[in-house]
């Protein structure tokens, strides 16, 4: 069964003053026609959309992006109970961690005055205690304070300009997670200055899909896949007895339906894809990622596509933005720094793409890399790319 997910219905950075009106028009035709497919499949994941040899599959909105669960089992009622705990995982950590939503943890601390110790869920305090060790542990290249540069940019779109010297070095001095005060006992948080704020969108899927696939684990499932916007963790093996196979989309041509840059076999393991072909804002004509790099205030540009293979999902998904913004060169002994994980990176230089594998990357790859279109294997069809 292919599953071919379109990703993210929409992203705060996407679209710019210079961006043609019916350019949002048909942006907001086709993410309508899209969600009201999605609705009328599986009244948004309630029920299976299909079910093909031994797996079931369930698809709904969540996390503002489009998830997919995989679930090998011949018994429906046993995919039913594992797709309904999944998604309540995936629900929980949205409302404790979206920053859209002003009742959530990030959007009470958002809110909260410079200083103030907030109580937040345990789940929450998690998830920002690992940011701040992957900003240790990336030179500062992942950083979840960085939204000061997100409003920056966001503004510098609508009006149209690039921002200059001063509102850089502006928004740079309201970053840092020294500025952001956890403590652990307590399980509170609280920014140090005003005008900070917090962004989890580069780790929170990854954390959301381990949480998915440990609640599909406790309903017994023995193979399966969590796929939340192309962050993916896998499940033990698919039905045949293989490890789950995962389409890296090409860059250069993400729309093209059954053509990969690679194909990854995998079992027990997690996936991101982080890419900037899908979701990027435009000033002047020209397009800039919405991954942004803290440490010089500006779009990080070069990297299109970072795939990681990692233990875990919260590692895979940090991972791949931090590659995005690291470069390849740092990037590989980023990867090559944590144990079992491996990055597959696209980078573009004068013009031309050029791929990077960490050491262990290759014996991921299956032999028929860059198409799954004649699988007979029974082998799932799931891809990971830069979300929508
Ligand atoms: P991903 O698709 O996982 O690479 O995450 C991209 C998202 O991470 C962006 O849309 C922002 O919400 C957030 N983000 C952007 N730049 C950074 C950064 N330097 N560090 C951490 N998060 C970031
Ligand atoms: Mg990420």
Redesign the pocket.
């Known amino acids: 069964m292919g599953s071919h997910i379109k990703r993210r219905i929409g992203?705060g950075?996407k679209g710019s003053a210079s961006r043609p009106v019916w350019r949002y028009s048909i942006s907001l035709a086709v993410a309508l026609i899209s969600f009201a497919v999605l609705m009328s499949c599986g009244r948004s994941g309630k029920r299976p959309v299909a079910c093909d040899d031994g797996k079931y599959i369930f698809r709904f909105v969540v996390m503002g992006t489009e998830a997919e669960l995989t679930i090998a089992t011949t018994d429906r009622d046993e995919a039913q109970r594992a797709a309904d705990a999944a998604r309540q995982a995936l629900d929980r950590v949205n409302g404790l961690m979206s920053d859209y939503n002003p009742a959530s943890d990030i959007g009470r601390l958002n809110r909260s005055e410079p200083g103030k110790a907030l109580a937040i869920d345990r789940a929450t305090f998690d998830v920002l205690k690992n940011s701040v060790s992957f900003t240790a542990r990336t030179d500062n290249?992942?950083?979840?304070t960085?939204t000061p540069l997100?409003r920056l940019w966001r503004k510098c779109a609508e009006r149209g300009s690039l921002p200059d010297e001063a509102e850089l070095a502006a928004a740079r001095a309201l970053i840092g997670t020294d500025k952001l005060l956890l403590d652990e006992t307590a399980c509170t948080a609280a920014l140090a200055a005003a005008g900070m704020e917090i962004?989890l969108?580069?780790i929170a899927?990854g954390y959301g899909v381990d949480l998915a696939a440990d609640a599909m684990r406790r309903c017994g499932i023995k193979g399966g896949i969590v796929n939340v916007g192309g962050?993916m963790r896998l499940i033990g093996a698919n039905p045949s007895g293989a490890g789950w196979r995962v389409g890296v989309l090409d860059p250069e041509r993400p729309d093209e339906q059954g053509h990969f840059l690679t194909t990854i076999e995998a079992r027990d393991a997690a996936v991101?894809t982080?890419g900037n072909y899908h979701?990027f804002f435009e000033i002047g004509g020209r397009r800039y990622s919405?991954?942004?790099?803290?440490r010089t205030g500006r779009p990080a540009d070069n990297v299109p596509s970072a795939t990681v293979i990692a233990p875990d999902g919260m590692t895979a998904?940090a991972l791949?933005?931090a590659i995005?913004?690291a470069g390849a060169k740092k990037g590989l002994e980023l990867v090559e720094s944590f144990d079992g994980v491996e990055a597959l990176i696209i980078e573009k230089s004068e013009g031309t793409m050029k791929e990077y594998r960490s050491s262990g990357f290759a014996k991921f790859e299956a032999a028929e890399k860059k198409t799954l279109a004649h699988q007979a294997d029974g082998g799932n069809e799931n891809m990971s790319g830069?979300?929508r």
């Open positions: 992203d950075l290249a992942f950083d979840i960085y997100r962004d969108g580069g899927k962050n991101s982080s979701r919405h991954i942004i790099d803290p998904d791949s933005t995005s913004v830069g979300k």
